[in-house]
């Protein structure tokens, strides 16, 4: 039986205009998990949602972004920067080093409300299908025009995901930092 060693910058990319994603291990190298890194650009909302069969624990390496991993007192269907827990949990600035746990069955997601990129390792477990949901939200964000909330939607359901809260990318404007 041998391990896995993957060196800074291995992987395998998929890069679209939302997102760079690096597969670091999955389940096709026999693993129980599936490890990867994600750049999430500025403007992006992954959206409140959760997952019925897997866990997820993720890492802030570089930037700063906003989190939470909490059932909310109530659900909003636009947004969850107000959310808060019957115990007063609130949505949290996460920055390097930063580290979240959430277990299977917690809604949770994330939002760069920053102007810089910031960089995440992300550990799923058990390993789904992480590498081809990726390359098939990579298809949907590759078409012109903003993504498609009904292909989103779909893709979703066929991966264990209940969405809350749509996921959203403001692509910045050129020279837009510059003004």
Known sequence: MNGIVVGPGGGRKIITPAQEIT???TGA??????????????GFDVGAHKHHHSQEMFCVLEGELD??????E???SEGWTDWKSAAGDRPARATAGSIAFVPTGCPHGFANRTDA????????????????YFEKLAEIFAAPGPPDPEA????????????????????????????
């Open 74 to 76: 109530r659900y909003t």
């Open 117 to 132: 990129p910031a960089r995440v390792l992300f550990t799923v477990s058990p390993s789904p299908q992480h590498e081809v």
């Open 152 to 179: 989103i939607e779909r893709l979703r359901h066929d991966y264990d995901i209940t969405q809350f809260t749509p996921l959203r990318h403001h692509r910045p404007q050129p020279g837009a930092a510059d003004r």
């Open 23 to 25: 597969f670091k291990v």
């Open 67 to 72: 989190i939470f991993a909490f059932e909310p």
């Open 29 to 42: 190298d026999g693993s129980s998990a599936s490890v990867f890194e994600v750049v999430v650009p500025p």
